[in-house]
């Protein structure tokens, strides 16, 4: 990811670092508050380094063949974590990582943490920073990097997935498929993250370049609503099932209970459709007494419709040599059946039933449904598909009467819009892409960040390098005022040849009369080494707004 973020200074003294704001994701914050916890999407997990205990379970570690180092510690003017990298050679990279509470699903969610840079990394313009998730099982999965700028820095990932890690076409080229991730280990999913940081990615930078780097403000959070419905103990949607009417759902401080009489009773929580629990688990802690110990009974988790063919998730056993009476025992259940949906009118039951013959008490102390139940799905996206392209929604603004124009296509394999860019033509360097929005349609522009992500080959890296990209917004009447930002040239980016790329810019003095209604950007080829007709494609994923 390359990124137009940043701003600020590196000489400076207590208290007098611009902390991060949520001010439109440009990066800055000369003088601003710092970010303050979100209120709304609910978080999983939010640190803001106010106490040094917010350090302790964070380490440094070398990746692979390395010798770098970095000291960690708290900085309680700043309220900052500092990590003091001592690099040993121009390909080290580090990784500055910290414990979460174990998340049980993360899939479709959102990571951020805002880093400060001194200016002689942004100088020296190599270091790339890289967010990193692990899990559990010890996998690792890497973010598309950003090429930092003196000042804070945002780092952040929307709507997370993890790929397959198979050979994939993307148009023409193959490439390896790492969902949102730059690169993940085999077998890495958002289940069960325990573990966010980033990578500093030397990129030929020389060791001698250094300074303080400052963390703050790590947050995990939902890319879209309140995040994972935490059931109370009070709620009325707990009900016993296939239980005599003499067994009831009873409640005291700890929890919600039932005193089974037979196996297969149950305990559950019915959740109302319409929902989608495909990919989805739940967290539960649950307790049983002496006598249920003493029965030799078991307990068995589900998750199961409860209309249709009663399809369930059963394989979250729990026998009765691992249970202790009166000490909570906490399991995690997910399930990848496509069938864990429900419509209006339907519903899931969720929570647990008993095996053979039972007695006494059965308590579920607590239990959390890992879903997301709002429509708010993160920044605005222009997302390209076969009817916009082919409605004129996308254009290529040759406006010039020039022959340099791009052909506009899609394809459906990769969801992208496909610019075919003509270089062959040299009556024109720039190759102009641009969504027409209707009236109405973009959210206020005016500081908001608005970003682009673009599939780019080897070809622009290496066979022909010297492109460079242009992010512009413009009005679509009137006197056409525009709104040009610099060129980032493709050699600022980390060459990691075959992949999806991310650009941003943060926008200032936005035409308002008539608004902005154009979204584009230019292609830049006067640097190319060569003007070529069979230049690979790029493809165009989506524009962002925030």
Known sequence: MLSACGGG?????????????????????????????PGEPRIFSFISFNEEADTYDWASRCVDACSATAALSWNAGEQVLVANPQWASDADQLDIVGSVGEISDMETSAARIWVFVPAAYATDGKMRIHLVLGNAQGLKGVSLGIRPKAGWNRLEMWEMAAGTGETVMVGDVEAIDYGTFAWHDDGFTLRNINEIGVRLVANGKAPEVGGQLWLDNVTLTPASGTGPLIVDKDDPAWTVMDATPAVTVQRDDTGVYFEPTAGDQKLVYLLEGP??????????????????????????????????????????YVGNGSLTPGVPQSINCATDNDA???????NIRVGLQVKNQPAGRLTINSMQINIVSSSDTGPFAIIPSQASVDSGAWGNDNWQGLAGAPTLSYDSESGALSIAPNWQATDSNERTIMYLAADGELPDLEGATVGVELYLSDYYFTANPGMAVQIYIQQNGGSYTGNWGSNIALSDGEDLGNGWYRFERVMEDVPTEPSALRVGIKLQGAGLTTREASADPILL?????E
């Open 340 to 346: 864990f949906v429900a419509e209006e009118g339907q």
């Open 9 to 37: 200074s590196n000489d400076l003294g207590p208290k007098q670092a611009p902390p991060p704001v949520d001010g439109g994701g440009d990066g800055g914050g000369d003088g601003g508050e710092p970010e303050p916890e």
């Open 275 to 316: 929902v989608d629990l495909v990919g989805r688990s739940f967290d539960m802690t649950f307790t049983v007494d002496q006598a249920f110990k003493d029965s030799g009974a078991d307990v068995q988790p589900i998750i199961q419709l409860n209309f249709g063919s009663y399809t369930g998730e059963f394989g979250c």
């Open 541 to 545: 994923r989506r524009f962002t707004v």
